[in-house]
């Protein structure tokens, strides 16, 4: 699983040099993707695709979040009719089991896996500025952030989110 950082950029001359500045560090330019509002011209830069500009990342976390969730309380629900149907207590260990399962999930999906929506930078983006997106392994995290804020203090981090190349999202 890589991590994808966000930098919010003020106009396309400085996403360009920030781009080529990451493309001669050796991201390539396959792993960065830019989005901006309509009408700004993004020539020479490597645009979004669709699926990135729709946030299909944040889409699946809802439905992973919501099936989390729905199960949890389908084993809730299991749990209290198998009690007042006075099932072996044995079997109430399966529905229990299960909740803790997915309230452990719930716990590590929250603390552990950072995450970003483009909903958090559409206003600084309605204002002009570009979003530049690098996807990058979890090694190189620390090293891309301190090449963009060192060489493009004009960069704004925006956050760092996680990407699974397997889903092209």
Do not use: C
Request: hydrophobic fraction near 55%.
């Amino acid at each position: 699983m890589k991590r994808r950082l966000y930098f919010l950029i003020p106009d396309t001359g400085h996403a360009r040099a920030v781009v080529d500045d990451l493309d001669a560090f050796g991201i390539n330019t396959a792993a960065m993707h830019v989005l901006a509002k309509p009408g700004i011209d993004l020539d020479d830069l490597p645009v979004a695709t669709g699926r990135q500009r729709a946030d299909a990342g944040a889409r699946l976390e809802t439905i992973l979040w919501d099936g989390n969730l729905a199960i949890y309380f389908l084993a809730l629900f299991a749990l209290i009719a198998m009690f007042y149907l006075q099932f072996a207590w044995y079997w109430l260990l399966l529905p229990a089991a299960v909740m803790v399962v997915t309230f452990l999930m719930g716990i590590i999906f929250t603390s552990r896996v950072p995450n970003v929506h483009l909903s958090e930078v559409r206003d600084a983006m309605n204002h002009g500025k570009l979003l530049l997106m690098v996807d990058v392994p979890l090694r190189q995290v620390q090293r891309v952030e301190t090449l963009v804020h060192t060489q493009h203090p004009e960069a704004t981090a925006g956050g760092v989110s996680w990407h699974i190349d397997a889903l092209r999202i």
